[in-house]
C-alpha cells in the first residue's frame, strides 16, 4: 500500500461525504450541483485552482460535530458513561456471528418436545443472549465515544459515511481504526514488547469474511495485572483520550510504517501504526 498523493486523498475525502452534503459543499463552492456525487466530485476536482484541502476539512468538521450532537440529545455524555459503567462483568456467552449455529445445535436439532425445549431456552439459552447483546451494547457505545473523540481531534478528519477501509484521515493518509484488545492467546510480553509485531499477527489472523490489507491504526486495551479485565479499560475514557491525544498530537506517517503481511500465501503490504493502551 502506497502513501497517498493528495489529489488522491482529497478524493477518498469528498467521497466520504454524503451526496446532499456535498451539493452543499458544491454550492458552497461555486460550481455546478447538477448529476450524481461522482459527477459533482469531478467537477470538484478539476477545480482551477484546486479548492484548499482546509475547506473540505472544515466542512466535513461540521457534519461531524453535528452528528456529535445528534447523538448528545439522544443522551448526554454523563449519561452515557454512567449507563456503561453499569456493566459488571463481560461475557459474550457464544462467539460473534455464531448465535443462528448455536440456537439450531444446541435447541432446534436436539429436543423433540416443545416443554423440554422452552424449559432449556429459559435455563440456558436467556442468559447467553443477554450477555451476547450487553457486551455487543457495550462495545458500540464505547466505540462511537471513542470515535467521536478522535474525530474532533485538529489532526484527524473523520468520514462521514462508510467507506471500506477507511474511517478517518491522519497526517493525510486514509486508515482504518480498530479498537481492539490482546488476542488470548497472543504472549502478553511480546506485546508490550513489540506491539507492531502484534498489529502484523492481527493482520495475518484476520477471518477470511472480514479480510483486509487496508492502513489500518490500532488502538490496544491490555490490562497487565489481569488481561481478562482489559475490557474495562475501553470506557476509562480519561486515560484512552490522554493517550490518544499525546499520540495524535506527536505521531507522523511516512514509509517507514509500511508492513509486510502474508496471508493465505499471498504478501501484501500496508501502512499501519499502533497505540498500546496499558493499565
Known amino acids: 500500500m502506497h502513501l497517498y498523493s493528495k489529489k488522491e486523498i482529497l478524493n477518498l475525502k469528498l467521497n466520504s461525504i454524503k451526496s446532499k452534503e456535498l451539493r452543499v459543499l458544491a454550492e458552497n463552492l461555486g460550481i455546478s450541483t447538477k448529476g450524481s456525487a461522482a459527477a459533482i466530485i469531478k467537477r470538484i476536482l478539476e477545480m482551477k485552482p484546486q479548492p484548499p484541502e482546509n475547506i473540505v476539512d472544515d466542512y466535513i468538521k461540521s457534519i461531524f460535530r453535528q452528528s456529535i450532537q445528534e447523538r448528545k440529545e439522544l443522551i448526554s455524555d454523563d449519561d452515557l458513561k454512567n449507563e456503561l459503567s453499569k ?3 463481560f461475557s459474550w456467552g457464544t462467539k460473534q456471528g455464531e448465535l443462528d449455529q448455536k440456537i439450531q445445535k444446541d435447541f432446534v436439532r436436539i429436543y423433540c418436545y416443545y416443554d423440554d425445549l422452552v424449559n432449556h431456552v429459559k435455563a440456558t439459552l436467556f442468559k447467553d443472549v443477554t450477555n451476547y447483546v450487553i457486551c455487543s ?6 466505540t462511537v465515544y471513542i470515535e467521536e473523540h478522535i474525530g474532533m481531534h485538529p489532526k484527524v478528519i ?3 459515511k462508510n467507506i471500506k477501509g477507511i474511517d478517518i484521515f491522519f497526517d493525510g493518509q486514509p486508515f482504518d481504526l480498530k479498537i481492539t ?3 488470548r492467546n497472543y504472549n ?3 506485546a508490550v514488547k513489540n506491539p507492531l509485531n502484534l498489529a502484523v499477527w492481527m493482520y495475518e489472523n484476520q477471518g477470511a469474511e472480514r479480510f483486509g490489507a487496508d492502513n489500518r491504526l490500532f488502538f490496544i486495551l491490555l490490562d497487565k495485572d ?3 479485565r ?3 479499560l475501553k470506557r476509562d475514557f480519561n486515560l484512552i483520550f490522554s493517550k490518544i491525544d499525546s499520540f495524535f498530537s506527536k505521531e507522523k506517517v511516512s514509509d517507514s510504517d509500511e508492513i509486510v503481511f502474508s496471508y493465505k500465501g499471498k504478501s501484501y503490504t500496508a501502512i499501519t501504526k499502533v497505540l498500546l493502551i496499558t493499565k
Open 226 to 228: 489481569d488481561t481478562n
Open 188 to 190: 502478553i510480553e511480546e
Open 87 to 89: 456493566v459488571k462483568s
Open 181 to 183: 484488545y490482546v488476542p
Open 137 to 142: 451494547w457495550f462495545n458500540y457505545w464505547t
Open 230 to 232: 482489559s475490557w474495562e
Open 158 to 160: 473523520p468520514t462521514i
